[in-house]
């Protein structure tokens, strides 16, 4: 799992890694696979057991994607919006910060490259959003998923974990410590070659 691109979803505040053999960063692809009804259909279906008997019990796969595709978008506007608000009124409520992400962990030993979730948009969300918080309303996205389990033990989360750990470390190895540091790296862009 090697990173070879950051992406700015929104400047200064909102960026997601991209990995190698994926043709967009971890924030677009998972906005579009929360779209897309054949992905959806076949993660439901593959962890129907999970769907039927977990955290969400009775929940049919039409209505499973039903609820995925209308909350997803919702869920993108709400984190775009944040991340905006982060920028030009960090002291507000509506930032990354206040309403959107939230430490994976209860104990935080420091400051450095928290390891952060984000919940959709309606009660009892099972879309997540993984990150790792550099400083206080600058997050790096390093994936997400549909957790309909109550812990992270289906193997597509422990992937999950990995991401957030392989952020890290990608991170620190490019000696990207704070937000003024966001001005020495090479962001990718959509459409280049």
Same mark, same amino acid.
């Given at each position: 799992? @090697?990173? =070879?691109?950051?992406?700015?979803?929104? !400047?200064?505040?909102?960026?997601?890694?991209?990995?190698?053999?994926?043709?967009?960063?971890?924030?677009?692809?998972?906005?579009?696979?929360?779209?897309?009804?054949?992905?959806?259909?076949?993660?439901?279906? !593959?962890?129907?057991?999970?769907?039927?008997?977990?955290?969400?019990? +009775?929940?049919?796969?039409?209505?499973?994607?039903?609820?995925?595709? *209308?909350?997803?978008?919702?869920?993108?506007?709400?984190?775009?919006?944040?991340?905006?608000?982060?920028?030009?009124?960090?002291?507000?409520? !509506?930032?990354?910060?206040? =309403?959107?992400?939230?430490?994976?962990? @209860?104990?935080?030993? *420091?400051?450095? /490259?928290?390891?952060?979730?984000?919940?959709?948009?309606?009660?009892?969300?099972?879309?997540?959003?993984?990150?790792?918080?550099?400083?206080? !309303?600058?997050?790096?996205?390093?994936? +997400?998923?549909?957790?309909?389990?109550?812990?992270? %033990?289906?193997?597509?989360?422990?992937?999950?974990?990995?991401? #957030?750990?392989? %952020?890290?470390?990608? #991170?620190?190895?490019?000696?990207?410590?704070?937000?003024?540091?966001? +001005?020495?790296?090479? #962001?990718?862009? /959509?459409?280049?070659?």
């Amino acid at each position: 799992m @090697k990173i =070879v691109d950051i992406f700015a979803i929104v !400047n200064a505040s909102l960026y997601a890694v991209q990995y190698d053999g994926k043709p967009y960063d971890e924030f677009k692809t998972l906005f579009d696979q929360w779209q897309d009804i054949e992905y959806l259909e076949d993660f439901f279906e !593959n962890n129907k057991k999970d769907l039927e008997e977990g955290f969400y019990k +009775g929940i049919s796969i039409e209505d499973a994607i039903l609820r995925t595709t *209308n909350e997803a978008s919702k869920f993108e506007q709400k984190i775009k919006e944040s991340a905006e608000n982060s920028i030009c009124n960090p002291d507000e409520e !509506n930032t990354l910060e206040k =309403v959107v992400f939230k430490s994976l962990h @209860k104990d935080i030993l *420091n400051n450095d /490259y928290i390891e952060s979730k984000a919940y959709g948009v309606k009660h009892k969300s099972w879309l997540r959003i993984y990150a790792i918080r550099l400083t206080e !309303n600058v997050y790096f996205v390093s994936g +997400g998923g549909i957790k309909i389990t109550k812990d992270m %033990t289906p193997e597509y989360l422990k992937d999950e974990l990995k991401k #957030l750990k392989a %952020t890290t470390e990608y #991170l620190k190895e490019n000696f990207i410590v704070d937000d003024d540091d966001l +001005g020495y790296i090479e #962001l990718g862009s /959509y459409g280049e070659e």
